[in-house]
């Protein structure tokens, strides 16, 4: 008997700390849903955190592992799904060379989300040649893979735009693809590479506790899913509520971003809804009566995620997740030579495979 392949989906996270509420709410819960359906791959772009943390290598790999048990707290599940370490895939970096020449330089610059990163992580003009490098290097991720659906955030979407252009030009140039080809055609139409599509999360930019940025992992606003539920409370409570009034004196809920909050993780909707009123009312409601709902929902979310989590934090906890890194890797090692293999053939540079020239 024969089984249909099921379509794959290809995500990740970089290992700069741990993962946050954004993470969630932008990327994780889609992640659970698709694993029921799809043969996913989480990558670990350990590679990339080394972009703008090469000084702290030790970091770096803590973090790894962190944020691999943040996945299994979550629901991921490493039988169903590959957890992938990038470092250890070298198709991915060799892809990534071959399509750093299908790209123009101008056009990595000018990626939207690589200008924003450069603002928000203060990196001025002095951040590494790999840094925009790493923009290339995530196409190869994704197309290492060839999948049909990218679980991101909404400031990933300038990054699957640009893989899907590589993606296009590589089936063009090397694979005969028509350049009027519709998208959902270029597979069958003999690309190597079909041309995948984001997938972006309920919240696709949920707002960091300082209210303004987007909650990340290296910006100091985040609530991350392994926070006590005293570090949450602590966290809500320094909240600035973009401004300043007594509580019987009417507020605006729209520059308040623990409304954000509320809105998100409250379920009661008629309850956030009246808070709302009477906030807009000045009737009694101090910041401290929006804030506690707001607490008491995220650890209610977060408690079984903390009790999943226990399980790993003990002294084989480490042990655990190292294996399970290392067999979720040679699974995909397998899908991700294919790629290449394919892509190099395409390319004219099929001369034997791995095996002929390693000996
Ligand atoms: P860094 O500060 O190092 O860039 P990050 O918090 O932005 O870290 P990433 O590893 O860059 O996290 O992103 C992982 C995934 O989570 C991406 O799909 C991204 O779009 C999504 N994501 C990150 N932050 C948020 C957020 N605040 N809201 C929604 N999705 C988010
Ligand atoms: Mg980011």
Redesign the pocket.
């Known amino acids: 008997m024969t089984t249909t392949p099921r379509e794959r989906v290809l995500?990740?996270?970089?290992p700069?700390?741990r993962l946050?509420l954004?993470?969630y709410?932008?990327?994780i819960e889609n992640r659970l849903r698709l694993q029921e359906e799809y043969e996913c791959y989480f990558l670990l772009?350990n590679m990339h955190a080394f972009t703008?943390r090469s000084d702290k290598p030790d970091d770096i790999r803590a973090d790894t592992i962190e944020i691999v048990k943040d996945w299994l707290a979550c629901g991921i599940d490493p039988e169903r799904s590959c957890v992938v370490l990038q470092t250890e895939v070298p198709a991915i970096a060799e892809l990534t060379w071959y399509f750093s020449m299908l790209i123009a330089f101008n056009r990595v610059m000018r990626n939207p989300t690589l200008k924003t990163?450069i603002d928000a992580?203060g990196l001025g003009d002095h951040y590494s040649f790999g840094f925009p490098l790493y923009a290339v290097g995530q196409c190869a991720d994704i197309l290492a893979f060839r999948p049909v659906h990218v679980?991101?955030?909404?400031?990933?979407v300038a990054h699957i735009e640009m893989c899907r252009e590589v993606a296009r030009k590589f089936n063009h140039l090397y694979c005969g693809v028509d350049q009027h080809t519709l998208d959902e055609e270029h597979h069958t139409a003999g690309g190597v590479f079909p041309i995948p599509a984001a997938l972006v999360?309920k919240?696709?930019?949920?707002?960091?506790t300082d209210g303004k940025q987007?909650?990340?992992?290296?910006?100091n606003n985040?609530i991350f899913l392994s926070d006590t539920p005293k570090e949450v409370k602590k966290k809500i409570n320094a909240m600035y509520p973009g401004q300043s009034r007594n509580p019987d004196e009417p507020g605006i809920v729209e520059i308040n971003p623990v409304f954000d909050y509320a809105d998100i993780f409250i379920k009661d909707t008629a309850m956030v809804e009246e808070l709302k009123d009477r906030y807009r009312r000045g009737d009694n409601l101090g910041d401290g009566h929006v804030k506690a709902p707001v607490i008491e929902a995220i650890n209610e979310l977060l408690d079984p995620i903390r009790a999943r989590r226990a399980q790993y934090e003990g002294k084989d906890g480490n042990d655990m997740v190292i294996d399970i890194i290392r067999a979720g890797t040679k699974r995909a090692n397998a899908v991700a030579e294919d790629t290449l293999a394919r892509a190099k053939e395409a390319m004219r540079l099929g001369f034997g495979d791995r095996a002929t020239f390693l000996g």
């Open positions: 995500t990740g996270d970089t700069t700390g946050h954004g993470h709410v932008g990327s772009a703008t990163e992580k679980p991101v955030g909404e400031d990933q999360g919240v696709g930019r949920l707002v960091g987007k909650m990340s992992k290296s910006l985040a």
